[in-house]
């Protein structure tokens, strides 16, 4: 289902960490922006068990029992209304410039999928990131935009129905949010891949340990080597991976979350150094990006952002399993585990009810 991949989360969180350093907007350019967030949702809530909830309220001793509350593990949880949520897609395209295409497939699958949490409760931001391979319902559409039918698939290949443009993103947003019970998701960007070596090099460059031999694509990346990523050996040491060893997406993942963490303190060190570095970046690679996420938009996320903090327990994947069926490798979700993450970062706990 495609051998690309993408780090793109790391330009829209590191963008927004950018644009804290040097855009502030009018306090009603704010409110605007925060209404229409919030608008951009098609749910406000996650759907996680509430039958359960109205059903424990009449048995409990809690008659001010919340439609958005759960029960964990024993204890009460709410839904922290106030998180703003993020899709970032990595599109497996080398495209210069993002075009419209025919309906049909040709959209390009969303070989890097993550989520970014912004969370002004305890001013933390989040990531988790979702295996490419995830097998969940993907909705059909024929040459014709016509809705067909829904099939278990591979998560990435939702994208490549639609135009390519705003149409398959809102597909692949559905897709997630549907995935992750229903989760609100206030915008997305969409970014083709060909744009890694330029976010790269506009932070000067990103240090990492080569974590395994890379050096089918670049020299330079190799295995337990110390390498200062620049142009085209970042791209390559985000996005190749060998689809005839069995668990590659796997391992290329974990090459991205090392990455992220890399490339994040890049990015703020660029910002004290440029307050328009956001700018810049963002004139640079918009021709190469689909994106819902408006300047108003980021004028109310930015003045707090800077204060924001995050380290690598902050990027979180999903446990679960990969197989190979046929010719492809398929990745089942352990629900257990995606439960517990959407509980622990997007709810809080309901203190107090005894």
Known sequence: MGSKTKIFLIVWASLMTL?????????VVR???????????????PMIDQADAALLA???NTPEWQPDWVRFDGDVYDYNEDIITFLIMGIDKDDEVVKEVKEGTEGGQADGLFLLVLNPHNESIKIIGINRNTMTDVDIYDEYGRYQTTVLAQIATQHGFGNGMEESC???VKAVSNLFYQLPIHGYAAINMSAIPTINDMVGGVDVTVLEDLTKWDKKLVEGAKVHLEGMTAYHYVKSRDITKFGSSDRRLERQRQYLNSFIKAARDASTENTNAAVEIFSEISSKMVTNISADEVSYLAPDMAKYSFDSTDFMMIDGKTEKNGEFEEFHIDEDDLYKTIIDVFYEKVENLD
């Open 58 to 60: 009449s048995s409990s």
């Open 170 to 172: 809102e597909y692949q």
């Open 19 to 27: 644009i804290a350093g040097g855009v502030i907007g009018f306090e």
């Open 31 to 45: 409110m605007v922006g925060k209404a229409n967030l919030d608008s951009k949702s098609v749910t406000s809530t």
